[in-house]
């Protein structure tokens, strides 16, 4: 069961509990209505507190994180960025000077 569909379901239980425990001790619709609001609260609320720590224990405990291999291809990746860098340094000075040259070659012609 998803964890979403356990706070629903736990809160509507909640709801029908409040709801039983406000028609038993309560003489009034106020006191109907305050039952039912506090205890669907509380029932919503501790869902999450349930769900927050199953997916703590389980979830987490079950997921293996590689970091050697991550640090590796990270690593690599920055290798891999380095050269590009440089790759693209050399082709704008080579740009840069193809331009120049252009514009001697121009401005004499003029």
Do not use: C
């Not at 069961?1 to 629903?8: A, D, I, K, P, R």
Request: charged share 20%; glycine share 6%; proline share 1%.
């Amino acid at each position: 069961m998803l964890g979403e569909n356990f706070v629903y379901f736990f809160t509507v239980q909640g709801f029908f509990v409040g709801i039983v425990f406000g028609i038993l001790k309560s003489f009034d619709a106020e006191g109907l209505l305050v039952y039912t609001f506090f205890i669907t609260a509380f029932f919503y609320l501790f869902s999450h507190i349930i769900v927050a720590f199953y997916y703590r224990t389980t979830i987490a405990k079950n997921h293996f994180f590689p970091k050697d291999s991550h640090e590796k291809k990270l690593d690599f990746f920055v290798l891999e960025i380095n050269k590009r860098e440089k790759l693209i340094d050399s082709a704008i000075k080579i740009t840069d000077a193809a331009v120049k040259t252009n514009a001697m070659d121009f401005g004499d012609n003029l």
